[in-house]
Nanobody, 117 residues
Framework: QVQLVESGGGLVQAGGSLRLSCAASGTISSINAMGWYRQAPGKQREMVALVTSGGSTNYADSVKGRFTISRDNSKNTVYLQMNSLKPEDTAVYYC???????????WGQGTQVTVSS
């Protein structure tokens, strides 16, 4: 099993920045990717960014050039640096980790990001 603990959400004005953190514990060796989804009120959950164990990254088109995902393997932590935030980035952001053997996803508890105009 894998446990994920997120931090770093909050309220920021449009154009501002936030950094989310996601610390993993448990069976870390079973993970081959970590990333972030988000869900805004009344909308489906959408993938924001991911980073694989090999270091490859992928981003939603809506955040390319503004968000950067990175990882610190020594701390089993993934970060999401969010710059030039827009009101439409307002959502609950969920960290996830993917199991390398069965592709099962583990989820964090979610952290609220609110961008005011």
């Amino acid at each position: 099993q894998v446990q994920l603990v997120e931090s770093g959400g909050g309220l920021v004005q449009a154009g501002g920045s936030l950094r989310l953190s996601c610390a993993a514990s448990g069976t870390i060796s079973s993970i081959n990717a970590m990333g972030w989804y988000r869900q805004a009120p009344g909308k489906q959950r959408e993938m924001v960014a991911l980073v694989t164990s090999g270091g490859s990254t992928n981003y939603a088109d809506s955040v390319k050039g503004r968000f950067t995902i990175s990882r610190d393997n020594s701390k089993n932590t993934v970060y999401l640096q969010m710059n030039s935030l827009k009101p439409e980035d307002t959502a609950v952001y969920y960290c996830y980790a993917r199991n390398r053997w069965d592709s099962n996803l583990y989820w964090g508890q979610g952290t609220q990001v609110t961008v005011s105009s």
